[in-house]
């Protein structure tokens, strides 16, 4: 389908199947998050004790925190994809999202690298103690090794969007 038949969709199609239609792929996308968040603390809880999960929860702000960069870049460049769309000046559309690609990845391997260097300190900043910290630190190690792919997941869905 073209531009010119989604622009008339907008206009003319019944608001309640546009909304299933462009609101539904980011309802799977935002219950998947949660399952896997809650899918961990149950395995975790179940399978090592209170205290891991207690290391769990101290490293939800580094999630939420790779997902703002993320989402920023991603937001930033939904807008700009979208007026260049909207103007048919696709090859500049095509440079932006390169270059969001570019950032994504150049932002994830930063942040993951930085963190990894600092790892125990911001820990501490966080509020682990001597118990928690090794639960903590386990798991963000792995966490922050696949970082580029979150981040990534971050930054290209509000693009998707856009596009």
């Known amino acids: 389908m073209d531009n010119t038949q989604s622009t008339l969709e ?71 994809i979208s007026v260049k769309l909207g103007q048919k000046d696709y090859s500049t559309a095509r440079r932006i999202l390169g270059n969001t690609i570019t950032l994504n990845v150049m932002i994830g391997v930063a942040f993951s690298v930085v963190c990894l260097l600092f790892l125990n300190p911001i820990l501490y900043f966080f509020g682990a103690s001597d118990q928690t910290l090794p639960y903590a630190r386990d798991y963000m190690v792995v966490i922050l090794l696949g970082n580029v792919f979150s981040h990534m997941y971050f930054g290209m869905n509000a693009v998707l969007r856009a596009a």
């Open 10 to 80: 907008l206009g003319t199609k019944p608001v309640g199947s546009l909304l299933l239609q462009y609101c539904l792929p980011a309802i799977v996308a935002m219950t998947a998050a949660s399952l896997y968040n809650m899918v961990d603390s149950i395995f975790i809880g179940q399978g090592v004790g209170a205290v891991a999960i207690s290391g769990l929860a101290l490293t939800f702000p580094f999630m939420n925190l790779s997902a703002a960069f993320g989402a920023a870049v991603g937001v930033g460049a939904s807008t700009c």
